[in-house]
């Protein structure tokens, strides 16, 4: 727990930390009530109070799958930042074990990540709500969650992936531009390139956005979550073997 508080400390003392989390939750914020406004606008009046009710969720949830990128800038600029400024040899002094180190930093980052899913996913709710409140949306039917879960695992992955591209390369813009390319830039090549597709599917964003039923449903939900978690450990894994 001590490696745990240590973590959290340095994380909440740094500037880029706060300004990845304000840009990444205004950012995402307004694109939710764009894109909620926008789509219930479309509804058919005959939508039934759960249809009304997964479609808030659903475009609330699109909105803050928007906000992995600053995530996962923040973490790679949580531990490059400690190489360049050389504190991660302080660090290792106070907590002479590697992986525990970057256990923690991952704890920290995770819970970071699911509360700032949180600043966009609760205000962007209760907006959708309100604007579709002709329709009378139930509280949240029993598949929401699945949209929920997806799109919060999305922020947390993208986050860890940061963090694991920041241990492996040691270099935040090195760090951040992969990321970019993992995320963005890999999945519209793989629209273009023979066989891109499948690749695609076998990259983050695929899996994401089937959870949060923006795509066809290729896989079996299980799988796509097992996709989208492995961006996650395998990276992580990796930056533990890297030291």
Known sequence: MSAIAAEW??????????????????????MTVLGASTVIARWDPGRTGDQAAMGVVVAVYVGVVLAQLPFGMMGAMTISGEYTSGMIDATLVATPSRGRVLAAKAVVLSGTAVAGSLLIAV????????????????LLPAGAWTVVAGGTLMIVVATLLG??????????????AVLVTIVLLLPF???????????????????????????????PTWAAF???????????????RRG
């Open 9 to 30: 400390i340095k994380l909440r003392t740094l500037r880029s930390t706060w300004w990845a989390l304000g840009v990444g939750v205004l950012v995402a914020l307004a």
């Open 123 to 138: 205000p962007g709710y209760l907006y959708g709500r309100f604007l579709a409140a002709e329709y009378h949306p139930s």
């Open 163 to 176: 963090l694991s591209l920041g241990v492996i390369l040691r270099n935040g813009a090195v760090a951040t």
């Open 189 to 219: 090549a793989g629209l273009v390139l023979p066989g891109g597709v499948w690749v695609n599917r076998l990259l983050p964003g695929y899996p994401a956005l089937q959870l949060i039923e923006q795509v066809p449903a290729i896989m």
């Open 226 to 240: 097992t996709v989208l978690a492995g961006w996650a450990v395998v990276p992580l894994l990796a930056a533990w």
